[in-house]
């Protein structure tokens, strides 16, 4: 296979899959200065195909959140679209797919609270996934994931840590690596990291892996 290029587990075939991350301006309510998609399609996937956007919001970003955070500065910003030119390509990889984020409480409300008419098909956080998949780890973070299971970031070279193009990838390459660990069908991967709020048809006779 290509160098950077990641096997789909045969499994999310075809499932519609969009794996998202977004970073904040750190206000309340928060706005997007950066979002990163990677639309699932065929058999193999690579960071190339990642769709990624800086935004300029309305309300500068805090100081705190750029340092500790993502590390996108006003500065970085000041040139952008805002998010009336981004949010429509974004709806175009969003709507009527399977939305795969870490930690939701963040990622989907927030994107929900940017696109109004987007009404999610069905979201999957692979922090709820890796604490069933393995239960009892010190941190179920992103990073401490991907250092615990030894994830190779090296497709990764060049994009910046907790920037949204570095996280979306390593968000798929945890789930590639927690649907392997477990052997998952899609019924069990629906069951234990879809959230309850959204209806999914099982199929029959399906446990938990």
């Not at 990163?36 to 690579?46: D, E, F, I, K, R």
């Not at 935004?55 to 750029?66: A, D, G, L, Q, Y």
């Amino acid at each position: 296979m290509t160098p950077g290029y990641t096997q789909v587990p045969s499994t999310l075939r075809g499932r519609g899959i969009t794996v998202l991350d977004v970073e904040g301006n750190g206000r309340v309510p928060p706005e997007i200065v950066e979002i990163a998609m990677l639309p699932v399609v065929g058999t193999a996937v690579s960071p190339a195909e990642l769709h990624s956007w800086l935004v300029r919001p309305r309300k500068s970003i805090t100081p705190h959140i750029s340092r500790k955070a993502h590390g996108v500065s006003n500065e970085d910003v000041a040139g952008c679209p805002r998010w009336s030119d981004v949010g429509p390509k974004v709806g175009r990889l969003t709507f009527g797919r399977v939305l795969v984020v870490h930690n939701e409480g963040i990622e989907r409300k927030v994107l929900a609270a940017h696109l109004i008419e987007w009404n999610p098909l069905l979201v999957l956080d692979t922090m709820r996934l890796a604490e069933a998949v393995w239960p009892g780890i010190r941190s179920y973070t992103l990073t401490s994931l991907v250092k615990y299971a030894e994830i190779d970031t090296s497709p990764l070279e060049g994009m910046h840590h907790h920037r949204a193009a570095h996280d979306a990838w390593a968000v798929w390459l945890l789930l590639c690596t927690l649907v392997r660990a477990a052997e998952l069908d899609w019924a069990a991967i629906v069951h234990t990291a879809g959230l309850p709020e959204f209806a999914w048809p099982e199929e029959p006779e399906a446990g938990l892996w």
